[in-house]
């Protein structure tokens, strides 16, 4: 059995998700539609508006905790084909669009049997390789998140963006973040927490810094030893 679509926006609030873009999930079977994840896909392929700075993937949630540092990958079972999609430490994927693969409704299931399980689109912000981030550059691309919520949900129109969140993995050093003010002599390190990158998927085990545009003059650039595996916008 398999639970249909269902609508629900799946970007990052100052606290939880909220409705608006799509899910699909297995019900009393371990596999996905690859129908109903392609579609929630399209939504984002076919937007209009500028989202150069943004990214859109699929996320897989099992039901089961994944042990950490456990290799997983989601599996595209085609009747001529099967397609092997590794999953990062957040459990994202680059979801390919196969016209095919939809035409027969191919099914995803996973490289491990975790039970029932499910897909989320994600939206989060381009990481840069140089590890470094103009303040201004963070809000034009939360701006451009926020606009895609706002497409997708008109309750959108009262949120503002207020920062970003970037969060890291469990394990290791604590990721070290520093806010350099540019009308300024001085540098601020920011604080790591743990916590989830994305409030609704249930993980709190990452390491997770929350940047606050308010906090900072706008003319400000920050750095990151370390690259992030994710940095989420913050809309309240």
């Not at 939880?16 to 994840?37: E, I, Q, T």
């Not at 430490?89 to 979801?95: E, I, K, L, N, S």
């Not at 810094?209 to 900072?216: K, S």
């Amino acid at each position: 059995m398999r639970l249909s679509l269902r609508p629900f926006l799946l970007i990052v609030g100052a606290l939880a998700a909220v409705p608006g873009l799509a899910a699909a999930a297995a019900v009393d079977g371990d596999w996905v539609s690859y129908r109903d994840a392609y579609r929630a896909m399209v939504v984002f392929e076919k937007y209009g508006k500028p989202k150069s700075l943004l990214l859109h993937q699929i996320q897989v949630l099992p039901r089961d905790k994944v042990m950490p540092g456990e290799a997983l990958r989601l599996v595209l079972n085609g009747q001529d084909s099967q397609l092997n999609l590794p999953l990062d430490a957040t459990g994202r994927t680059v979801f390919p669009l196969l016209k095919a693969a939809y035409d027969e409704n191919a099914a995803l299931v996973l490289s491990r049997k975790l039970g029932p399980f499910t897909l989320r689109a994600r939206v989060s912000l381009v990481v840069r390789p140089d590890g470094v981030y103009d303040l201004a550059e963070l809000r034009a691309a939360c701006e451009q998140a926020l606009d895609y919520a706002r497409y997708l949900d008109a309750s959108y129109g009262k949120k503002n963006c207020v920062g970003v969140r970037f969060g890291f993995a469990r394990s290791g050093a604590a990721p070290v973040l520093v806010i350099k003010r540019a009308s300024q002599a001085e540098s601020v390190e920011l604080r790591v927490a743990d916590g989830a990158i994305f409030a609704d998927d249930g993980d709190d085990s990452f390491k997770i810094v929350n940047l606050r545009f308010g906090a900072h003059p706008a003319r400000s650039q920050l750095t990151t030893q370390d690259a992030p595996l994710a940095i989420v916008p913050l809309f309240e």
